[in-house]
């Protein structure tokens, strides 16, 4: 494998030698994130995994895909790659625990116009973070350098998520009732989603991204930069203390409230969300006041705050919440289900 070159091939723009040195920079990276489960080590055809299904009656495995979408241009333009890979675990991981889900493993695919093994080092090294955060194994991937496809600066990038949890415990808002309680956990900011609309609306030149925004106590890059936050932590050790009484979960990502909240609520119930009872980031209102957007869209497009809505039955409200703190979490009742039309109303 050492021995593995071809000029012509990167006379084509695809230098097999860059790979392999990325692939021993990005080793000690993945092995960091290995848990008992995982079997052998990166450079096989796929990766390996052992799940155990003790104490399950009929184990289900959950799996999801996501990316981190145009976040990228800014990561680009301030040539820090080291952030977004948290962003690409966590935009999976996130989902998959609404089902009740543990994470399992994790892979990654990663496209570029160009391989340069530093940054790809950088940006593994973001999924390597995100993984040890959801306690879940890195376990294999794809770096495919793609000359003509992407310019040389550019790359995309895609995560994959599989977790395991026993059929009778998946969470789907089946036995959400009228009375329920709403929780909400605060985002870390953007997370990674409606940055189309954040570019159009600040901009993304670096004198613009590298300026320092008083409001926000950083540069806007780094605000735009921070990364999404990952719940498995909070959720999993909600679900052991409560187990049946989470009665829904929603990420809130693409479609903020509006999209998200509805994805957990069964027909003949409606959520009622104050929203204003958790602090709105100043992120939020700058994008806002600088482009002019209605409320409703903003709610429509961004987490507005919102990380996670958590239902819970409304005599273990209290235990939650106190749950959710000894966890480290700053929960936050917002609302409540009622009879009604599917779907979320926010009240003002």
Known sequence: MLDSKSESYKAAGVDVTAGYES?????????????????????????????????????????????????????????????????????????????????????????????????????????????????????????????????????????????????????????????????????????????????????????????????????????LLRPTKLYVKPILGLLDALGSAVRGLSNITGGGIYENVPRMVPDGLQAKIWPERIPLPPIFTLIQEQGNIPVRDMYNTFNMGIGMVIAVEEKQADRAMQVLTDLGETPTIIGHMEQGKRGVELLW
């Open 23 to 223: 692939v021993n920079r990005i080793r000690p990276l993945v092995e960091s994130t290995y848990t008992k489960g995982v079997l052998g080590s990166i450079g096989g055809f796929g990766g390996l995994f052992a799940p155990d299904f003790s104490g399950m009656e009929r184990p289900v495995l959950i799996s999801g895909a996501d990316g981190v979408g145009t976040k990228l241009r800014i990561a680009s333009a301030m040539e820090r790659h080291d952030t977004v890979g948290i962003d690409c675990v966590a935009m999976c991981v996130n989902d998959i625990i609404c089902a009740g889900a543990r994470p399992l493993f994790f892979l990654d695919y990663l496209a570029m116009g160009k391989n340069i093994p530093a940054r790809t080092e950088q940006i593994v090294a973001g999924f390597a973070e995100g993984c040890r955060q959801a306690q879940t194994a890195l376990i294999g991937g794809e770096t495919a350098e793609m000359p003509g496809s992407y310019p040389e600066g550019e790359y995309d990038l895609a995560g994959f998520a599989v977790g395991l949890v026993d059929e009778k415990k998946i969470i789907d808002g089946s036995t959400l009732r009228a009375g329920d309680v709403l929780i909400a956990l605060p985002a870390s900011g953007l997370h990674s989603n409606g940055y189309s609309l954040v570019r159009k609306v600040l901009g993304e030149t670096q004198e613009v991204l590298e300026a320092h925004v008083p409001e926000l106590g950083c540069t806007l890059g780094e605000e």
